[in-house]
């Protein structure tokens, strides 16, 4: 079952990069290199593993929902400094 799971990440981490992959392919302002593939596979396939773990040992609906969530916004915060470096810029600013 959990080789299973493993797959399912793996797919669905493939079939997500198709989106700027085809992306790439229509428009110029969609211009990924192959570190920014490797960067954005690793992210979700790690997030996925990582809210599979915490639904496995977490037993209490509130806390698990609540630790998924926040595993999903250090992803998505993650992201967001990988793209535009915004944290980086607020800093420069003070």
């Known amino acids: 079952?959990?080789?299973?799971?493993?797959?399912?990440?793996?797919?669905?981490?493939?079939?997500?990069?198709?989106?700027?992959?085809?992306?790439?392919?229509?428009?110029?302002?969609?211009?990924?290199?192959?570190?920014?593939?490797?960067?954005?596979?690793?992210?979700i396939f790690g997030a996925a593993t990582i809210s599979e773990i915490l639904s496995r040992k977490i037993k209490n609906p509130k806390h698990k929902i609540t630790l998924i969530i926040t595993v999903l916004a250090m992803i998505i915060l993650v992201w967001i400094e990988l793209a535009v470096g915004i944290f980086s810029k607020l800093v420069s600013d003070i």
């Open 1 to 43: 079952m959990q080789f299973r799971k493993i797959i399912l990440f793996f797919l669905s981490t493939i079939l997500l990069l198709l989106l700027p992959l085809i992306a790439m392919q229509f428009t110029k302002e969609v211009n990924w290199t192959t570190k920014d593939f490797i960067v954005a596979g690793t992210l």
